[in-house]
């Protein structure tokens, strides 16, 4: 099919001419801009392209703006399930025969849906139909395997000497992305667009076993695991980031193959997706062959479901998880999400408190008063795209305990409260994050990854561009303001992972 | 100014030619004429491995640079011809301690406290590792800081205080971690398999709580001034610099160190192991299963039909033989496959899964059928090829970056491989043959000396002793 007119939107790349000043480090930022060529598809899919020659290799980013959060309750670790069985292949990729595989796909998918509706009864479920549904389950899925060749997505991939290449799922988007060859675009061009358009579930029900083993590894065999989830399901009451990506188990066993097809189809869409590619190309030729298999992909309706919102935090909220494990301690408090202020405020409390060992909690936690084998602060957790938490974690040095680690910790945030920030730490930490932004443009996979990242979030990649030009905006005064709106014991969570001998 | 300003005209000219072409740019695909992904016709890839220019300064420091000025960053790399593996009895932790104290323990012209200072206020960052046969230091620094930067680093490497109190920071800190080996499954389980498998020599040991306590600041001086001269040093200098800059520099930095060589004997690690299926008790819900054995080096040309074996076996991704068989078909794992590890003088090649607690059994006997196969039967020619493309083609991805171009031909040189490794090494790849993975899977991979840890619960303790004879219980000692 031929599109009308595909109009490539060139936003940006003729203004800078003028603007073209020398100004010591900001350059950087400005310049990138500029490398960077954004188009919007007919479709409404977004490509982002930038052109650098070191490496005779290409990075690609796809993301769809869809994860956890979207998932019903009771289908949680929908998204990720999806996510996995994205590599199954599609309509031409691994079957043998289409026409005969969807036939018995059919019956699969009937079988497995009726053995789940059976199990879910628990103690009430009729025994003989569970192992009657089993028997007519292997049988079938005995008949499928003749029909299809297993991992072909991962196969042309690796043959043509694909690197980096995964998948992961968020709670608020879901990536793909691979390096290949930068002679090799097209291969990519050629399965991304058949697999955001024809995927085949194959193997559903022992991916789902699979899961459930990751489950294990990740959460019910690392305390750390099992700390974390509890923490969130904690800090968030209504909104979904309480959710584990993963899944809860329960909900994990039973995840239906209906409801993730019904999922794929309304958020794997061209106009909820953004495309990043880096590094050895010609742009022109590459947005050709994008338009080329992307193009063709109909725009959809995209009607998402509204997200429950948090409730403004009314009092602390505490967690204890037992394990056979030493001591660990979580601490978060709700903030607002990017773009607000206020989170470019806690991006420098984030290098003020812990960036370096010349940082408030390293010095004092961990030099000074010798307490705590590491501390760390994070902002912006779980998620992105709606209000997140600041969270600090660390873990006490025997024999003290996660209670003076907390009460030290607290000291630190009084101080940001009472005191204002010198000049040299607010510079240092400045220093910090410019430095970082130039380091983060070494790797062409690390430049896909951002620029597709900021663009589906905030909807803007220049995000990056313009975040250290607002960083250096902020004053002594801001980090104190912020602090004493939202350091505060009211709206705080704090976890412990406490060792049960 | 100039690379600007090129880099400005480039991007018109390129936006010109964009709206010349995107009038054409019309045509898409509908999903019946999709072409077959197998037959897609591709620009022939005539990729030359680049090259680091390396030269040797008076005082016997060997240098590789290579330029990369798009952004302004310089990256140096300091690799000493040290290791853990030269730990003395009792006192393990030495190397990796010393390192750290030499990083953070201030230097004769600055305290440590001045250091931290000045590197955090610039956000130049000094990193250390310490590995088995290796430590490096590794400065990486905004091309303005590059003179601090260097410094800094400099006095490090030649002119360490080793602050008392430093010390005791880092011995503290060492001695949690190991306290908290055992928090991470995965992490205990290879730490104890390591020991088995190199069985109290060198590499089979590592830091207890009892051996960083027994290192004083004399242990550490004595190693620093056993193993860090300029004769067993060799650095990268990468990114925005010119060689005669980076050649001026080290000059100026390192040039006046003068240390003679010490005579130190390099530790033996042996290469052949005693079979057995060992257990260490864990209550966790899954098993760690990992089983592996000795293999050939780096400079053993069986390694290239081994690098193909591994591939097929268990680390060339969903398509691999044990990845299809756990993961896949039978769903017992999320994580599991094989890894061969090379040095340049022997290698280690094994498997392993983290699998459902009630199918260790099952899955250790896949794994070890898949193993015993190999040397069983032929691999069909046409996966012997696949394995052969994949690894060929993915070669090029070890050259995506300056630090890594100039480190890796670094490496070459320290580890005594041949000048043409890079040259040769897809040629080397390219003539394995079924007939080789056969033969080498012959020559190494007995049953009998290949060394298994299950790290599982105890119900599968009792699991395992149904099907082996004589598993082993061991304890962890932190």
């Given at each position: 099919m031929m599109s009308k007119s595909f109009v490539g939107i060139l936003t940006h790349a003729i203004l800078f001419t003028l603007m073209f000043i020398s100004i010591p480090s900001a350059v950087i930022s400005y310049e990138l801009e500029k490398m960077v060529f954004s188009y919007t598809l007919n479709n409404g899919l977004i490509v982002l392209m930038m052109e650098r020659h070191l490496s005779p290799t290409v990075s690609f980013y796809i993301r769809h703006r869809v994860g956890a959060i979207d998932e019903e309750d009771g289908r949680t670790g929908t998204a990720h399930l999806l996510e996995h069985m994205m590599f199954k292949g599609t309509k031409t990729?691994?079957?043998?025969?289409?026409?005969?595989?969807?036939?018995?796909?059919?019956?699969?998918?009937?079988?497995?849906?009726?053995?789940?509706?059976?199990?879910?009864?628990?103690?009430?479920?009729?025994?003989?139909?569970?192992?009657?549904?089993?028997?007519?389950?292997?049988?079938?899925?005995?008949?499928?395997?003749?029909?299809?060749?297993?991992?072909?997505?991962?196969?042309?991939?690796?043959?043509?000497?694909?690197?980096?290449?995964?998948?992961?799922?968020?709670?608020?988007?879901?990536?793909?992305?691979?390096?290949?060859?930068?002679?090799?675009?097209?291969?990519?061009?050629?399965?991304?667009?058949?697999?955001?358009?024809?995927?085949?579930?194959?193997?559903?029900?022992?991916?789902?076993?699979?899961?459930?083993?990751?489950?294990?590894?990740?959460?019910?065999?690392?305390?750390?695991?099992?700390?974390?989830?509890?923490?969130?399901?904690?800090a968030y009451v209504a909104h979904p980031y309480r959710r584990p990506i993963l899944g809860w188990p329960s909900d994990l066993q039973f995840l239906s193959i209906v409801y993730t097809a019904d999922f794929f189809k309304k958020y794997y869409a061209p106009n909820?997706?953004?495309?990043?590619?880096?590094?050895?190309?010609?742009?022109?030729?590459?947005?050709?062959?994008?338009?080329?298999?992307?193009?063709?992909?109909?725009?959809?309706?995209?009607?998402?479901?509204?997200?429950?919102?948090?409730?403004?935090?009314?009092?602390?909220?505490?967690?204890?998880?037992?394990?056979?494990?030493?001591?660990?301690?979580?601490?978060?408090?709700?903030?607002?999400?990017?773009?607000?202020?206020?989170?470019?405020?806690?991006?420098?409390?984030?290098?003020?408190?812990?960036?370096?060992?010349?940082?408030?909690?390293?010095?004092?936690?961990?030099?000074?008063?010798?307490?705590?084998?590491?501390?760390?602060?994070?902002?912006?957790?779980?998620?992105?795209?709606?209000?997140?938490?600041?969270?600090?974690?660390?873990?006490?040095?025997?024999?003290?305990?996660?209670?003076?680690?907390?009460?030290?910790?607290?000291?630190?945030?009084?101080?940001?409260?009472?005191?204002?920030?010198?000049?040299?730490?607010?510079?240092?930490?400045?220093?910090?994050?410019?430095?970082?932004?130039?380091?983060?443009?070494?790797?062409?996979?690390?430049?896909?990854?951002?620029?597709?990242?900021?663009?589906?979030?905030?909807?803007?990649?220049?995000?990056?561009?313009?975040?250290?030009?607002?960083?250096?905006?902020?004053?002594?005064e801001d980090i104190m303001r912020v602090a004493k709106k939202y350091l505060l014991p009211e709206n705080r969570t704090v976890a412990n992972l406490i060792d049960k001998n | 100014m100039n690379k600007f300003i090129y880099r400005v005209l480039h991007l018109v000219l390129l936006y010109f030619l964009l709206s010349s072409t995107i009038a054409c740019a019309t045509e898409t695909t509908s999903i019946s004429k999709l072409p077959d992904p197998d037959t897609l016709h591709y620009q022939p890839d005539r990729f030359i491995p680049p090259l680091a220019q390396r030269v040797v300064i008076d005082n016997g420091i060997i240098l590789y640079i290579f330029e990369d000025h798009e952004l302004p960053i310089v990256n140096i790399s300091a690799v000493i011809r040290t290791g853990s593996n030269y730990d003395p009895i009792r006192k393990e932790g030495l190397a990796e301690l010393t390192a750290t104290a030499m990083r953070t323990g201030g230097t004769n012209s600055m305290s440590a406290t001045a250091v931290d200072e000045a590197l955090d206020f610039f956000a130049g960052s000094i990193s250390v590792s310490m590995n088995r046969d290796?430590?490096?230091?590794?400065?990486?620094?905004?091309?303005?800081?590059?003179?601090?930067?260097?410094?800094?680093?400099?006095?490090?490497?030649?002119?360490?205080?080793?602050?008392?109190?430093?010390?005791?920071?880092?011995?503290?800190?060492?001695?949690?971690?190991?306290?908290?080996?055992?928090?991470?499954?995965?992490?205990?389980?290879?730490?104890?398999?390591?020991?088995?498998?190199?069985?109290?020599?060198?590499?089979?040991?590592?830091?207890?709580?009892?051996?960083?306590?027994?290192?004083?600041?004399?242990?550490?001086?004595?190693?620093?001034?056993?193993?860090?001269?300029?004769?067993?040093?060799?650095?990268?200098?990468?990114?925005?610099?010119?060689?005669?800059?980076?050649?001026?520099?080290?000059?100026?930095?390192?040039?006046?160190?003068?240390?003679?060589?010490?005579?130190?004997?390099?530790?033996?690690?042996?290469?052949?192991?005693?079979?057995?299926?060992?257990?260490?008790?864990?209550?966790?819900?899954?098993?760690?299963?990992?089983?592996?054995?000795?293999?050939?080096?780096?400079?053993?040309?069986?390694?290239?039909?081994?690098?193909?074996?591994?591939?097929?076996?268990?680390?060339?991704?969903?398509?691999?033989?044990?990845?299809?068989?756990?993961?896949?078909?039978l769903g017992l794992a999320y994580s599991t496959g094989s890894f061969y590890t090379k040095k340049s003088e022997y290698g280690v090649f094994g498997a392993y899964a983290v699998v459902k607690s009630e199918a260790t059994v099952k899955a250790l006997s896949l794994i070890r059928s898949v193993i015993k196969d190999l040397r069983n039967s032929m691999i069909d020619k046409k996966e012997i090829e696949r394995a052969i493309k994949s690894i060929n083609n993915n070669f090029i991805f070890s050259f995506l970056s300056a630090k890594q171009i100039a480190y890796q031909q670094l490496m070459i040189e320290y580890e005594h491989l041949p000048r043409d490794y890079l040259a040769a090494y897809r040629d080397n790849i390219a003539q394995v043959s079924a007939k080789d993975v056969q033969r080498i899977a012959v020559k190494y991979l007995s049953a009998d000396e290949s060394v298994t840890l299950i790290v599982g619960n105890e119900e599968t303790y009792k699991q395992m002793l149904t099907t082996f004879k004589n598993v082993l219980r061991v304890e962890s000692k932190l």
């Open positions: 990729i691994g079957t043998k025969n289409y026409k005969k595989e969807d036939r018995i796909l059919r019956l699969i998918a009937k079988t497995g849906e009726n053995l789940d509706a059976e199990r879910m009864k628990g103690k009430y479920a009729d025994k003989n139909k569970i192992e009657s549904l089993t028997k007519q389950m292997t049988l079938l899925q005995k008949e499928h395997k003749k029909l299809f060749v297993e991992n072909e997505i991962d196969r042309l991939y690796t043959e043509n000497g694909a690197d980096h290449m995964n998948a992961n799922t968020g709670l608020d988007l879901t990536t793909y992305h691979v390096s290949l060859p930068s002679n090799r675009i097209e291969l990519w061009a050629r399965i991304e667009a058949d697999r955001m358009t024809n995927p085949v579930f194959r193997e559903f029900y022992s991916e789902r076993n699979v899961i459930m083993e990751e489950r294990k590894q990740r959460v019910d065999s690392d305390p750390r695991g099992q700390l974390y989830e509890q923490f969130l399901a904690t909820n997706t953004v495309i990043a590619i880096v590094g050895d190309i010609d742009p022109a030729k590459t947005i050709r062959i994008v338009n080329k298999y992307f193009g063709s992909i109909p725009r959809r309706n995209l009607n998402s479901a509204p997200i429950t919102e948090e409730l403004p935090q009314k009092g602390e909220r505490r967690v204890n998880i037992l394990a056979d494990a030493n001591p660990k301690l979580i601490i978060a408090y709700h903030k607002p999400a990017m773009p607000d202020f206020d989170d470019y405020v806690f991006d420098v409390i984030e290098c003020i408190l812990s960036r370096g060992r010349t940082s408030r909690f390293y010095k004092s936690l961990v030099e000074e008063q010798a307490i705590a084998e590491s501390i760390q602060t994070t902002n912006g957790v779980p998620g992105a795209k709606y209000s997140n938490l600041f969270v600090i974690s660390a873990k006490p040095r025997y024999p003290h305990t996660s209670a003076e680690v907390e009460m030290s910790i607290n000291n630190e945030l009084e101080d940001l409260k009472s005191k204002t920030v010198s000049d040299r730490d607010l510079d240092k930490a400045k220093n910090q994050l410019r430095t970082d932004f130039i380091r983060s443009l070494e790797s062409n996979t690390g430049l896909a990854n951002m620029l597709s990242y900021f663009e589906i979030i905030t909807g803007d990649y220049r995000y990056i561009t313009n975040h250290i030009k607002i960083i250096e905006k902020v004053t002594p | 290796s430590g490096s230091f590794n400065l990486s620094v905004l091309k303005k800081d590059l003179d601090e930067g260097l410094n800094i680093f400099s006095q490090v490497l030649t002119n360490p205080a080793f602050e008392q109190n430093k010390i005791r920071l880092a011995k503290d800190l060492k001695i949690e971690e190991v306290r908290r080996v055992a928090d991470d499954p995965q992490k205990l389980a290879f730490r104890e398999f390591k020991k088995l498998l190199y069985d109290n020599t060198p590499a089979g040991r590592f830091p207890t709580i009892a051996s960083i306590k027994n290192i004083q600041r004399d242990d550490l001086v004595q190693f620093y001034n056993m193993f860090y001269y300029p004769g067993n040093l060799m650095i990268a200098v990468t990114g925005d610099i010119s060689k005669q800059e980076a050649i001026n520099k080290i000059k100026e930095h390192f040039g006046s160190w003068n240390k003679a060589n010490v005579h130190y004997d390099i530790p033996h690690i042996p290469t052949k192991s005693k079979g057995h299926i060992y257990f260490l008790s864990k209550n966790i819900p899954q098993s760690i299963i990992i089983t592996a054995q000795f293999a050939p080096g780096k400079r053993d040309l069986d390694a290239y039909p081994f690098e193909v074996l591994d591939f097929i076996v268990g680390s060339g991704g969903f398509r691999s033989l044990i990845f299809r068989e756990v993961r896949n078909n």
